[in-house]
């Protein structure tokens, strides 16, 4: 409210309690709880930046960004192009654009590779006459997010060792494509895999969609020589959920996005991302690279440490602290306890916490990323008396909620 209109609805009051009431005409009006109005529960994120918890909280600069930026308008692309160009200077590559995730990445990515510049071809698109038609990846690396190849059109062929891999290739490989989670699963590690895609004049892709923190790894494979690569805004990156980055060679941004939006007639028009979302995850890569990292893993460890204090005196119950080296890089806090001294599955324990006061959602461990969706253990499994806890993705203060809740529900039930 402006100065004027306030001194204006003040001048209405009665005199007696005018100072109280200049507070009360201060305060802004209270923001719509859509989720109430809707009935949705909400919840305390103790399980990490999964989409289907609708993935991370956008880093304020995010949401100043889209605020900021919402009310004019501007050319889709020339806003790709522009953005694009700073996106590239920032992660080493030779150019970039942002998508709508980086399943968005690999599907338009992969499309640039076979149309290249051929309008004709990008609207022809699954039919793949007269184009390459493979993606090889090891076994190890074919996860639920090579399904974004299909959609061109492709098909994959996994191989396992070198040999097999130099007897895949031939006149149809459209594409190498890397894992990188999945190095140690495979006998093919960066280096050789760009080194095989080089001799044979194939590109090289590799998915990074959660390994960014480390904020290095936003160039490293860049670097290395990779010439397309897949990253994630909505995971740790905490720029819009909708958003991914796709890097690499200029030729193949360029192809690439002769099948992205605006164009129609295209495979891509359907991955849609506008102003407020580019503008968003170019402000979040910008503010990554001069945030302190340092601070904030000390957060996170402070988090686990306090929530791991509060449990782990408690008869039957042991906690690890552990720390993915790749992918959803953050310390993670593993509860397990023996059911003779505590009477409760990992799931009860979800349960209790899920519909407690404030809801929280515990996570469990096994990453569900090969079978494309979260299962937690079945009750006698390996792993059901347990939950996993990380902190990366709570509001300030959400930690000691946690431990407080953690703490009752395992007194409740001690032997
Ligand atoms: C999350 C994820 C994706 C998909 O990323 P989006 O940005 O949600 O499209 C792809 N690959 C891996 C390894 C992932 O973890």
New binding site residues.
């Given amino acids: 409210m402006k100065r004027r209109q306030l001194l204006k609805s003040l001048s209405l009051l009665p005199l007696a309690g005018g100072i109280n009431n200049l507070s009360l005409q201060a305060e802004p009006a209270p923001a719509e709880d859509l989720y109430k109005e809707l009935g949705i529960r909400t919840f305390i994120n103790a399980a990490g930046t999964l ?1 289907y918890m609708t993935g991370s909280i956008m880093q304020d600069k995010v949401l100043k960004a889209i605020n900021s930026s919402v009310n004019k308008f501007c050319m889709l692309d020339e806003l790709q192009d522009k953005v694009g160009e700073q996106i590239a200077k920032i992660t080493h590559a030779e150019a970039a654009t942002v998508t709508s ?4 990445a ?1 599907t338009l990515g992969l499309a640039g590779v076979l149309t290249g510049m051929d309008m004709k071809k990008v609207g022809q698109l699954p039919n793949l006459e007269g184009m390459k038609s493979e993606v090889i990846c090891q076994k190890a690396h074919k ?1 639920a ?1 090579t399904q974004a190849f299909i959609l061109t059109g492709c098909k994959i062929i996994t191989v396992e060792t070198r040999e097999e891999l130099e007897h895949a290739i031939n006149e149809k490989t459209a594409m190498m494509h890397f ?1 990188n ?1 999945a190095v140690n699963g495979g006998k093919i590690k960066h280096e050789e895999w760009i080194e095989v895609g080089k001799k044979h004049n194939i590109p090289t892709s590799i ?1 990074i ?2 390994d960014v923190p480390p904020v290095e790894n936003l160039w490293r494979f860049n670097d290395m020589g990779f010439d397309l690569v ?1 990253l ?4 740790a990156v905490r720029a819009p959920q909708s958003t ?1 980055y796709l890097m690499g060679r200029k030729h193949l941004i360029e192809a690439a996005r002769l099948s992205a939006p605006p164009r129609a007639v295209t495979i891509g028009r359907g991955h849609k991302v506008n102003k407020e979302e580019i503008l968003g995850a170019y402000v979040a890569l910008k503010n990554m690279i001069s945030m302190d990292h340092d601070k904030e893993w000390k957060k996170w460890e402070a988090g686990i440490a306090l929530i791991e204090n509060a449990v782990k005196e408690i008869d039957g119950i042991s906690t690890n602290i552990t720390v993915n080296p790749l ?1 959803n890089h953050t310390p993670s806090l593993r509860i397990t306890w023996d059911d003779s001294k505590i009477k409760l599955t990992g799931n009860e324990l979800r349960e209790s916490l899920r519909n407690g006061n404030p809801s929280i959602e515990a996570g469990f461990s096994g990453l569900p ?1 090969f079978k494309g969706q979260a299962t937690p253990p079945k009750p006698g499994a390996k792993g059901a008396n347990s939950v996993s806890i990380t902190v990366w993705m709570m509001q300030p203060g959400e930690d000691k909620i946690v431990a407080r809740r953690l703490r009752e529900e395992f007194l409740k039930v001690r032997v």
């Avoid at 995730?101 to 968005?104: K, R």
């Avoid at 994630?232 to 995971?235: L, R, T």
């Fill in positions: 989409t995730g980086a399943y968005s690999m996860d997010y894992l989670i998915d969609a959660a897949f994630s805004g909505g995971k991914g992918g990323i």
